[in-house]
């Protein structure tokens, strides 16, 4: 039987063992989980009070029980908890509804921990509701953990740009908005001129101290709800989405943020060189790019065909003599 079962349940077994009470608030305090008690009121303002809570709600969150009894839970409420799923769990309240969500939640001293809770309503002999019982886990470990998978899985280790999987996955989804809203989005695909010549003649933590900043300054350059990601080795792609829907305007505004991309990425970079152990020294380094962009409102093409199209064009660029732009021309 559950932790919360057995709360809900020990009044009708107050008549079988003695000072069960005590018993239960014994088990209690030595479990891992916080658990909360609070009165039966979720329309109350400024909400439910609490009435009880075990010993470690006191040790994880740092409060004392004369700054908890008698508040409400909303004392672990901070800048970072998510409104949404708070409208969710006072929605299931007012129903009277077991509610399990989790939230960013604070301590005393500020810091924050992701809390998984489930809520249950608890009534008396007479089937009126009385208190409300939350059960509590501090999840953050377990959060972490997730968010180091994701980003392995997801973005460059060397630049922290989404990486071509999770680009893939946001030009789909770029494409399917493209179609429904009727605005043009535009793809580029970027090639560092001659960045091999780096690698060779300083080594590769020097590439990468390049390709670092190169990065930096590529998300200076677009919107936060544009995607900059490093496609792989001296490559990187820039996905701009809900332009314009007047396809003449979309390519101008197009043409503009990849010439400040040009432009940016041919400013002179200070890195640092050292040679077989000497005395590191500061290199200035003037780099360029050549840029193919590819044009799209709702086709039908794939991100593969749109990320091939863009690749087409930054050749031409390339072709052309380096450190240009070029957007993809259908053949024929």
């Not at 305007?249 to 077989?276: H, M, N, W």
């Amino acid at each position: 039987m559950s932790t919360l079962k057995v709360i809900a349940s020990h009044a009708l077994l107050q008549h079988e063992i003695p000072n069960l009470q005590g018993l239960i608030e014994v088990c209690l305090d030595h479990m891992n989980d916080a658990i909360v008690i609070t009165e039966a009121d979720p329309i109350s303002t400024p909400g439910p009070r609490i009435v009880w809570v075990n010993k470690i709600f006191y040790e994880r969150n740092g409060y004392s029980p004369q700054e908890v009894i008698g508040n409400t839970p909303r004392m672990l409420q901070g800048p970072g908890t998510d409104r949404a799923t708070l409208d969710r769990v006072r929605e299931a309240l007012a129903k009277w509804q077991p509610i399990r969500a989790e939230l960013l939640n604070y301590r005393k001293d500020g810091t924050s921990y992701w809390n998984e809770f489930e809520i249950v309503p608890v009534a008396n002999e007479q089937g009126c509701f009385t208190h409300w019982v939350s059960v509590q886990r501090d999840t953050t470990e377990r959060r972490q953990m997730e968010e180091r998978v994701f980003q392995l899985a997801f973005y460059d280790p060397l630049t922290q740009l989404p990486n071509r999987r999770l680009l893939e996955d946001r030009l789909s989804q770029t494409l399917a908005a493209s179609k429904r809203s009727g605005r043009y989005g535009a793809l580029m695909f970027l090639d560092l001129d001659n960045f091999k010549v780096v690698n060779d003649s300083h080594g590769h933590d020097v590439g990468d101290a390049l390709l670092r900043q190169v990065a930096s300054q590529l998300k200076t350059c677009v919107r936060e709800i544009d995607t900059v990601s490093r496609f792989g080795g001296d490559e990187f792609v820039v996905l701009l989405s809900d332009l314009y829907a007047d396809q003449a305007a979309s390519v101008q505004r197009a043409g503009v943020i990849a010439e400040k991309i040009r432009a940016s990425i041919a400013r002179p970079y200070t890195l640092a060189v050292s040679d077989r152990g000497q005395t590191e020294q500061r290199l200035d380094y003037h780099c360029s790019a050549s840029i193919g962009v590819v044009m799209f409102m709702g086709q039908r093409a794939t991100p593969i065909d749109l990320m091939k199209r863009a690749d087409t064009a930054m050749y031409q660029a390339k072709n052309a003599g380096r450190n240009a732009i070029r957007f993809y021309q259908p053949p024929g």
